[in-house]
């Protein structure tokens, strides 16, 4: 029980973040896709950065899941493509709905009832990624 309450604290602490930091904003998600505006590329910078420190130091310390395995990194060589395929369809997506998966709930929480239709899609296109994951070069 005493882990769900520390994700419920976590998850509101993240949507607090996202909220002051104006992450949620449609206009600031529009300024950065528009070359506008460096308030999103720094909020997404210092999260990059901060994932750089937090991954060195899960290795040096050989850090373990809550469940207590190791957590490990794949180092295999992905190809190039891919990743700017994915990444395109990623941000075309993010540029029509003006949310990003993670303020997606935060929108939510904040009373933004339209983003259930962005949210809703979200699902089923994971969902459909599922099915067709199989079939699909990778």
């Known amino acids: 029980m005493m882990k769900y309450i520390s994700y ?9 973040v996202m909220t002051k930091s104006q992450a949620i904003s449609w206009y600031r998600i529009y300024e950065m896709f ?3 505006a460096f308030h999103m590329y720094g909020i997404i910078g210092s999260a990059v950065a901060l994932g750089i ?8 310390y050989q850090v373990k899941s809550t469940e207590g395995t190791p957590i490990t990194f794949s ?3 992905k190809s190039i493509p891919r990743y700017l395929i994915g990444g395109t369809i990623f941000g075309l997506g993010w540029a029509m ?21 962005v949210l809703a899609s979200a699902v089923l296109g994971t ?3 599922g099915v067709i994951r199989n079939k699909l070069p990778h």
């Open 8 to 16: 419920i604290f976590i998850g509101t602490l993240f949507g607090i």
């Open 34 to 36: 528009r070359f506008d």
């Open 53 to 60: 420190v937090a991954v060195a130091l899960i290795k040096k």
């Open 75 to 77: 180092s295999k060589n």
């Open 97 to 117: 709905a003006g949310a990003c998966p993670g303020p997606m709930y935060t929108l939510i929480g904040n009373g933004y009832g339209v983003i259930l239709v």
């Open 127 to 129: 969902l459909t990624y």
